[in-house]
């Protein structure tokens, strides 16, 4: 580390990218990105779980099946979990700030917003099965919901960890 605070080793992930930061410009600079990350997820799945709240009080739901009775619950506990989940970072700063933790906030922050989507991914995927087994054939619905599943893995995990890797290659 230079007299200055910067960080004068090349392999840090500052050199080379055009930042030349200290550890907490690099971490006020991070917590700004998630949060405006967090603020697109936050709200889909907020709009999300409002629907889902509204289904039980809709006419037809006393007609589902025991079977879609519990899917819907699993999908009502998946887009609770993912909201909290996702809501968790502001929580998580809220409760640290001052105590000079920005960088681990930034990291704990970061792992609540993966697992946040991992339960997002859920929500969507058991939503749309309870949608669509009410839409078409079943074993019909169930190849649908693994197409986007994987739709969804291939966007939110695949592409990033591509680029990460390509990236680190220098492709």
């Known amino acids: 580390m230079t007299p200055s605070g910067r960080r004068d080793d090349p392999h840090d992930g500052t050199r080379g990218s055009g930042r030349d930061e200290t550890p907490e410009e690099r971490a006020d600079r991070l917590w700004a990105e998630l949060l ?43 887009g609770a979990s993912a909201v909290g989940t996702l809501i968790g970072p502001v929580s998580l700063h809220r409760l640290l700030t ?35 087994r009410l839409a078409v054939d079943n074993t019909i619905a169930a190849w649908l919901v693994g197409v986007m599943v994987v739709w ?20």
Do not use: N
Not at 52 to 72: A, E, N
Not at 152 to 171: E, K, Q, S
């Open 152 to 171: 969804f893995l291939l966007c939110w995990f695949v592409l990033p960890a591509f680029a990460r890797h390509a990236a680190r290659t220098g492709r």
């Open 36 to 78: 405006q990350e967090l603020r697109v997820a936050q709200t889909g799945v907020q709009i999300l779980f409002g629907f889902l709240l509204t289904v039980v009080f809709q006419s037809r739901f006393t007609d589902l099946s025991h079977t879609d009775r519990i899917l819907y619950t699993v999908t009502v506990m998946l």
């Open 98 to 132: 001052g105590r000079h933790l920005k960088p681990q906030t930034v990291v704990w922050a970061s792992r609540l917003t993966l697992t946040g989507l991992v339960l997002l991914l859920g929500t969507m995927a058991s939503a749309l099965l309870l949608v669509l």
